[in-house]
Protein backbone atom coordinates (compact mmCIF):
# COMPACT_ATOMS: atom_id res chain seq x y z
CA UNK A 1 0.00 0.00 0.00
CA UNK A 2 1.17 3.82 -0.38
CA UNK A 3 1.86 5.88 1.89
CA UNK A 4 3.36 8.88 2.41
CA UNK A 5 6.17 10.84 5.16
CA UNK A 6 6.21 14.50 5.75
CA UNK A 7 8.82 15.47 8.65
CA UNK A 8 8.62 16.96 11.03
CA UNK A 9 5.60 17.52 12.40
CA UNK A 10 6.15 20.79 14.24
CA UNK A 11 8.89 23.55 13.51
CA UNK A 12 9.37 26.90 14.80
CA UNK A 13 12.22 29.18 13.11
CA UNK A 14 13.19 32.69 13.06
CA UNK A 15 12.39 35.40 10.62
CA UNK A 16 15.10 35.06 8.02
CA UNK A 17 16.00 31.84 8.88
CA UNK A 18 16.30 28.98 5.94
CA UNK A 19 13.38 25.96 6.03
CA UNK A 20 13.39 22.79 4.15
CA UNK A 21 10.64 20.20 4.54
CA UNK A 22 10.28 16.86 2.87
CA UNK A 23 8.49 14.63 1.82
CA UNK A 24 8.85 11.15 0.58
CA UNK A 25 6.16 8.38 -1.09
CA UNK A 26 6.52 4.74 -0.72
CA UNK A 27 4.70 2.42 -3.05
CA UNK A 28 3.70 4.03 -6.12
CA UNK A 29 5.80 5.43 -9.12
CA UNK A 30 5.47 8.69 -10.75
CA UNK A 31 3.18 10.25 -8.34
CA UNK A 32 2.21 13.68 -8.83
CA UNK A 33 3.08 15.59 -5.71
CA UNK A 34 2.02 18.81 -4.01
CA UNK A 35 2.48 20.86 -1.06
CA UNK A 36 -0.15 23.11 0.18
CA UNK A 37 -0.64 25.62 2.89
CA UNK A 38 -3.48 26.06 5.49
CA UNK A 39 -3.32 29.22 7.20
CA UNK A 40 -5.97 29.86 10.12
CA UNK A 41 -9.48 30.65 9.17
CA UNK A 42 -8.35 29.92 5.12
CA UNK A 43 -8.67 27.27 2.81
CA UNK A 44 -6.20 25.19 1.32
CA UNK A 45 -3.84 26.74 -0.91
CA UNK A 46 -1.78 25.13 -3.25
CA UNK A 47 1.62 26.40 -3.39
CA UNK A 48 3.69 23.84 -5.36
CA UNK A 49 3.18 20.77 -8.11
CA UNK A 50 5.14 18.47 -9.37
CA UNK A 51 4.40 15.92 -12.07
CA UNK A 52 7.37 13.88 -12.21
CA UNK A 53 10.98 14.51 -11.32
CA UNK A 54 12.68 18.06 -11.75
CA UNK A 55 9.69 19.36 -13.00
CA UNK A 56 7.91 22.11 -10.82
CA UNK A 57 4.85 24.35 -11.23
CA UNK A 58 4.41 27.00 -8.95
CA UNK A 59 0.79 28.11 -8.46
CA UNK A 60 1.57 31.49 -6.59
CA UNK A 61 4.52 33.80 -5.96
CA UNK A 62 6.16 33.81 -2.79
CA UNK A 63 8.89 33.37 -0.54
CA UNK A 64 9.19 29.85 -0.99
CA UNK A 65 10.65 27.36 -3.29
CA UNK A 66 10.41 23.42 -4.02
CA UNK A 67 12.47 20.72 -5.57
CA UNK A 68 11.92 17.20 -6.83
CA UNK A 69 15.39 15.51 -6.93
CA UNK A 70 13.97 12.02 -6.83
CA UNK A 71 10.49 10.60 -8.40
CA UNK A 72 8.70 10.16 -4.75
CA UNK A 73 10.71 12.92 -2.52
CA UNK A 74 9.58 16.12 -2.76
CA UNK A 75 11.33 19.23 -1.13
CA UNK A 76 9.56 22.89 0.22
CA UNK A 77 12.11 25.32 1.06
CA UNK A 78 13.16 28.88 1.42
CA UNK A 79 15.91 30.76 1.68
CA UNK A 80 14.68 33.33 4.57
CA UNK A 81 11.25 32.99 6.67
CA UNK A 82 9.14 35.34 6.60
CA UNK A 83 6.09 35.70 10.00
CA UNK A 84 3.24 35.49 7.06
CA UNK A 85 5.35 31.85 6.09
CA UNK A 86 3.73 30.06 9.38
CA UNK A 87 0.91 27.94 8.90
CA UNK A 88 0.29 24.38 8.70
CA UNK A 89 1.88 22.97 5.47
CA UNK A 90 1.04 19.10 3.75
CA UNK A 91 2.46 17.52 1.15
CA UNK A 92 0.42 15.32 -0.78
CA UNK A 93 0.12 12.72 -3.79
CA UNK A 94 -2.18 11.33 -6.25
CA UNK A 95 -2.08 8.76 -8.99
CA UNK A 96 -2.96 11.05 -11.79
CA UNK A 97 -2.85 14.75 -11.50
CA UNK A 98 -5.68 16.94 -9.46
CA UNK A 99 -7.30 13.40 -8.82
CA UNK A 100 -8.19 12.66 -5.08
CA UNK A 101 -5.07 13.27 -3.24
CA UNK A 102 -3.49 11.95 -0.12
CA UNK A 103 -2.36 13.37 2.48
CA UNK A 104 1.02 13.53 4.64
CA UNK A 105 0.99 14.65 8.23
CA UNK A 106 1.63 18.03 7.63
CA UNK A 107 4.14 20.42 9.49
CA UNK A 108 2.99 23.14 11.57
CA UNK A 109 5.32 25.68 10.88
CA UNK A 110 5.60 29.37 13.14
CA UNK A 111 7.86 31.38 12.31
CA UNK A 112 8.92 33.92 14.93
CA UNK B 1 -11.50 32.04 -11.10
CA UNK B 2 -13.54 29.77 -8.71
CA UNK B 3 -15.89 30.77 -5.39
CA UNK B 4 -16.69 28.07 -3.39
CA UNK B 5 -19.06 28.54 -0.09
CA UNK B 6 -19.63 26.55 2.64
CA UNK B 7 -20.73 27.33 6.38
CA UNK B 8 -18.39 27.72 8.47
CA UNK B 9 -19.52 25.91 11.35
CA UNK B 10 -22.53 23.56 12.45
CA UNK B 11 -23.42 21.85 15.28
CA UNK B 12 -25.68 18.63 15.47
CA UNK B 13 -26.43 15.91 17.67
CA UNK B 14 -25.32 12.24 18.62
CA UNK B 15 -27.03 9.62 16.32
CA UNK B 16 -28.87 12.57 14.06
CA UNK B 17 -28.39 13.66 10.25
CA UNK B 18 -26.57 16.84 9.31
CA UNK B 19 -26.06 17.87 6.04
CA UNK B 20 -23.01 19.97 4.87
CA UNK B 21 -23.93 22.20 1.55
CA UNK B 22 -21.37 23.91 -0.79
CA UNK B 23 -22.08 26.14 -3.46
CA UNK B 24 -19.76 27.19 -5.95
CA UNK B 25 -18.98 28.88 -9.24
CA UNK B 26 -16.34 27.81 -11.82
CA UNK B 27 -16.21 28.11 -16.05
CA UNK B 28 -14.99 24.73 -16.25
CA UNK B 29 -16.24 22.06 -13.52
CA UNK B 30 -14.86 18.69 -13.70
CA UNK B 31 -15.51 16.92 -10.34
CA UNK B 32 -16.07 17.98 -7.02
CA UNK B 33 -14.39 16.27 -3.98
CA UNK B 34 -15.27 15.94 0.02
CA UNK B 35 -12.45 15.52 2.46
CA UNK B 36 -12.58 15.21 6.32
CA UNK B 37 -10.17 16.79 8.46
CA UNK B 38 -9.52 16.79 11.88
CA UNK B 39 -8.21 19.45 14.30
CA UNK B 40 -4.46 19.51 13.99
CA UNK B 41 -4.56 16.79 11.50
CA UNK B 42 -4.28 16.11 7.69
CA UNK B 43 -7.68 16.00 5.24
CA UNK B 44 -8.81 12.63 4.37
CA UNK B 45 -10.30 11.76 0.90
CA UNK B 46 -14.60 11.48 1.46
CA UNK B 47 -15.99 11.47 -1.59
CA UNK B 48 -16.20 12.38 -5.10
CA UNK B 49 -19.09 13.39 -7.48
CA UNK B 50 -18.29 14.56 -11.62
CA UNK B 51 -22.17 13.77 -12.55
CA UNK B 52 -25.02 14.59 -10.94
CA UNK B 53 -27.05 12.60 -8.05
CA UNK B 54 -25.56 10.66 -4.99
CA UNK B 55 -23.01 8.75 -4.41
CA UNK B 56 -23.08 7.07 -1.06
CA UNK B 57 -20.22 5.70 1.39
CA UNK B 58 -22.00 4.01 4.10
CA UNK B 59 -22.74 6.76 7.07
CA UNK B 60 -21.55 9.25 4.52
CA UNK B 61 -22.85 10.48 1.09
CA UNK B 62 -22.65 13.33 -1.41
CA UNK B 63 -24.76 14.80 -3.75
CA UNK B 64 -23.95 16.91 -7.21
CA UNK B 65 -26.27 19.38 -9.33
CA UNK B 66 -23.95 20.60 -11.78
CA UNK B 67 -26.65 23.01 -12.73
CA UNK B 68 -27.09 24.34 -9.81
CA UNK B 69 -23.30 24.69 -8.72
CA UNK B 70 -24.41 23.03 -5.51
CA UNK B 71 -22.89 19.61 -3.54
CA UNK B 72 -23.72 18.58 -0.21
CA UNK B 73 -22.68 16.11 2.06
CA UNK B 74 -24.77 14.11 4.16
CA UNK B 75 -24.00 12.31 7.61
CA UNK B 76 -25.79 9.97 9.30
CA UNK B 77 -26.44 8.15 12.61
CA UNK B 78 -23.67 10.71 13.75
CA UNK B 79 -20.76 9.46 15.77
CA UNK B 80 -18.73 11.70 18.16
CA UNK B 81 -15.54 10.42 16.29
CA UNK B 82 -17.67 13.09 12.95
CA UNK B 83 -16.21 16.07 14.87
CA UNK B 84 -14.22 17.79 12.63
CA UNK B 85 -14.34 20.19 9.09
CA UNK B 86 -15.12 18.87 6.24
CA UNK B 87 -13.51 20.68 3.02
CA UNK B 88 -15.31 20.82 0.20
CA UNK B 89 -13.06 21.24 -3.40
CA UNK B 90 -13.59 21.84 -6.76
CA UNK B 91 -12.00 20.90 -9.90
CA UNK B 92 -11.68 23.24 -12.81
CA UNK B 93 -10.69 22.87 -16.17
CA UNK B 94 -9.76 26.01 -18.28
CA UNK B 95 -7.83 26.21 -21.12
CA UNK B 96 -6.79 22.84 -20.95
CA UNK B 97 -5.46 23.08 -17.47
CA UNK B 98 -6.64 21.38 -14.21
CA UNK B 99 -6.70 22.89 -10.79
CA UNK B 100 -8.38 21.94 -7.85
CA UNK B 101 -9.31 24.39 -5.26
CA UNK B 102 -10.13 23.92 -1.66
CA UNK B 103 -13.12 25.99 0.13
CA UNK B 104 -12.05 27.01 3.57
CA UNK B 105 -14.33 23.70 5.28
CA UNK B 106 -17.19 23.46 7.66
CA UNK B 107 -16.55 22.96 11.14
CA UNK B 108 -18.73 20.36 12.82
CA UNK B 109 -19.38 19.63 16.05
CA UNK B 110 -21.14 16.99 17.27
CA UNK B 111 -22.67 17.00 20.70
CA UNK B 112 -24.43 13.73 23.00
Known amino acids: SQTIHQWPATLVQPVGSPLSLECTVE??????LYWYRQAAGRGLQLLFY??????ISSEVPQNLSASRPQDRQFILSSKKLLLSDSGFYLCAWSVQLNTEAFFGQGTRLTVV | GQNIDQPTEMTATEGAIVQINCTYQ??????LFWYQQHAGEAPTFLSY????GLEEKGRFSSFLSRSKGYSYLLLKELQMKDSASYLC?????????????FGIGTKLQVIP
Open chain 2, 89 to 101: AVRDVTGGYQKVT
Open chain 1, 27 to 32: GTSNPN
Open chain 2, 26 to 31: TSGFNG
Open chain 1, 50 to 55: SVGIGQ
Open chain 2, 49 to 52: NVLD
